[in-house]
């Protein structure tokens, strides 16, 4: 009997020292998948701030690293493979708060990263290189829905460290190409190369303008603290993780605040409005400048960095059902049983079937473009929450241990915390235009429903509630 259970144990025990700093970094490099953001957030930014679309960039990569500090002052404490939750219940001793703001990361995960950013997101990608594909073969979105769904979710059951490699070297093949061929831009301008794109000049100093478009420039480095949901599988995890992230963020940055300028600056300060109109505007501009078998690399890149996010949030998302169901909590403990690859199969099985099905209905309903920005609009709610809960969180449990740094553990935090209130206020008033105004009042209402349901299982097992969230390497 003993054996037994001690064989059982084993099972719901994640295969451990996988994953090095880079491996780890590549979930979130896959995650945020630079040349995929550089292809369609730019369009975004460029629409709303014209040529000060660096000056944003790179004031958006600044205030997101108040958001990196927090997550890496934790992943020197926490080591869990839902990250999120434990955090949070560490940091403010709350099972209420783990349940609610902690466990509602996996919308992020799922829903918006997965599902609405990375497969949707493929699939609208295709239908905008060229309408023609779209009249001639309008059930391809469903197509490379169910395809993609089923390579990820093979991936990830084969092990944490395929899926590592292959999101490591596209990675850095997409980092790469965006540096050399921004470089490359930034020569051929030549005299037209000005500190102007990094000042608010373009807009007339218009400050406001400036700060506001932020509140969506921030999205552009989201995923960077994806890899938390894989720390159980990292080389000594306090260590190892801490780096990742550093890493993740610096290769960003790099890639993302390079090209924005390279492209305003070939493309024309005062022009950068008219280039958010265009309908792929970094495949137009590109192929100026660049001969076919280029642009056919960046569109192979931009595809396969999407494919690759849904890989990385997928992963963390199944990591997330597995600590959960360790936990007891919500999910039967069937979901924390390993594979013969050390990895949450079932978990992993489940991830595959709402990743695939939230995709399928939503493209249906909306069509995949509108089902992706009305996913990622829903998920961005709590991906908001959860940073700001963790800030909160970090402030309360330094000054308990009375282990205060003042810039990291308390300024940091609070502009952390200040960033995602005005996050959660300006993105639910005004409410955004039919139908993303209805994914705003859904992650409301699911909030309430997760409220509900921590009290229905406190009045059935409070013992088990009382210790959810506790658990960490």
């Known amino acids: 009997m003993m054996e037994d259970k001690k064989s059982d144990l084993q099972k719901s025990e994640l295969k451990r020292e996988v994953l090095g700093t880079w491996l780890v970094a590549s979930y979130g490099i896959a995650a945020n998948a630079p040349i995929a953001v550089a292809t369609l957030y730019f369009v975004g930014l460029a629409g709303l701030v014209g040529g000060a679309m660096p000056l944003t960039v790179l004031l958006s990569y600044l205030i997101y690293a108040t958001t990196l500090v927090v997550i890496y002052e934790w992943s020197k404490e926490i080591a869990a493979s839902y990250g999120y939750v434990a955090m949070i219940k560490k940091g403010l001793n709350s099972s209420l708060a783990a349940f609610t703001v902690g466990y509602g990361y996996i919308y992020q995960y799922l829903i918006a990263g997965a599902a609405g950013f990375g497969i949707l997101g493929l699939a609208s990608f295709i239908y905008l290189i060229s309408p023609n594909i779209q009249s001639t073969m309008p059930w391809l979105w469903a197509l490379i829905v169910v395809v993609v769904t089923a390579e990820i979710t093979l991936i990830m059951w084969l092990g944490v460290k395929p899926g590592g490699i292959l999101n490591l070297v596209i990675g850095l093949i997409s980092i790469g190409f965006l540096i050399i061929t ?92 008219n280039y958010a109109n265009l309908p792929d505007p970094m495949i137009i501009l590109y192929s100026k400048y660049f001969n076919p078998i280029v642009i056919g690399l960046l569109i192979f890149l931009v595809a396969f960095m999407f494919n690759s996010s849904a890989l990385a949030f997928a992963t963390s998302g199944s990591r997330m059902i597995f600590g959960m169901a360790r936990d007891s909590i919500l999910y039967p403990l069937v979901f924390s049983k390993t594979n013969h690859y050390g990895v949450p199969g079932n978990a992993i099985i489940l991830t595959g079937i709402i990743t695939g099905a939230v995709s399928l209905i939503s493209g249906y309903i909306l069509g995949p473009l509108e089902a992706s920005i009305f996913l990622i609009t829903f998920g961005s709610f709590y991906v908001a929450l959860g940073h700001l809960f963790a800030a909160i969180g970090l402030i309360t449990h330094k000054v308990k241990l009375r282990k205060v740094d003042i810039v990291k553990h308390i300024i940091v935090p609070l502009i952390s915390i200040g960033l995602y209130l005005a996050v959660i206020y300006f993105g639910t008033y005004p409410a955004p235009a039919f139908p993303l105004n209805i994914a705003v009042y859904a992650a409301w209402g699911v909030l309430l429903l997760h409220l509900i349901g921590y009290y229905i299982l406190r009045m059935r097992n409070p013992e088990k509630i009382k210790r959810f969230g506790d658990y960490s390497l």
């Open 182 to 273: 921004s470089l490359y831009l930034i020569i051929i301008a030549g005299p037209k190369n000005t500190i102007y794109p990094f000042t608010a000049v373009p807009i007339n100093n218009n400050w406001a303008l400036v700060l506001t478009a932020m509140i969506f420039g921030i999205t552009t480095f989201g995923g960077a603290t994806t890899p938390i949901g894989v720390a159980e599988e990292a080389k000594v995890p306090k260590k190892t993780l801490p780096r990742a992230l550093l890493l993740t963020f610096a290769l960003l940055g790099i890639g993302l605040i390079l090209n924005s300028y390279a492209q305003t600056i070939v493309y024309g300060i005062n022009n950068m409005f």
